[in-house]
């Protein structure tokens, strides 16, 4: 049995593409007030929000649980429209060696296709894969959506 994984999802969101790629870019500081009951808080902790090597720590919710975690913005590909997240402090590790998230969003015309990619290397063989991370994910991308198509 392999301890490294990886897992996608994808969700087709209604609203503009490129904002939801400059959000995650850019403003995440924005996002627990798009997604409260999913994401509580985001801090830039280290470097300038939008910047290769800045690290944020976040306050999220997951499986009922409250969690933290620290991540370091490893690559930002505006020509891809993605964003490189590695998990370097926080719940995360207790189960996961590594773990590095990638938010990448496809625009075609009125709907957009965003990918959430992890990669991940498990502590152990009894360390489950991430799916409730991966439903996370889904619900936090649909929220983001309802926001903006709200607005």
């Not at 020509?79 to 590790?93: M, R």
Request: aromatic share 8%; glycine share 6%.
């Amino acid at each position: 049995m392999s301890l490294s994984g990886k897992r996608v999802v994808q969700v087709e969101i209604k609203s503009r593409g490129d904002v939801f790629h400059e959000l995650w870019k850019s403003n995440p500081h924005q996002i627990p007030s798009l997604t409260p009951t999913n994401i509580q808080n985001c801090q830039t902790h280290d470097g300038e929000v939008g910047s290769v090597g800045s690290v944020l720590f976040w306050n999220y919710s997951l499986d009922g649980k409250d969690c933290v975690v620290k991540t370091l913005v490893k690559d930002i590909n505006e020509a891809k429209k993605s964003v490189t997240f590695e998990v370097i402090e926080g719940d995360l590790l207790e189960q996961y060696k590594t773990f590095v998230l990638h938010i990448h969003v496809d625009k075609h015309g009125v709907n957009n296709l965003v990918t959430w990619t992890v990669e991940y290397e498990k502590l152990n063989p009894n360390v489950p894969d991430p799916d409730s991370l991966m439903e996370f994910y889904k619900k936090v991308a649909k929220d983001i959506e309802t926001h903006h198509l709200k607005n």
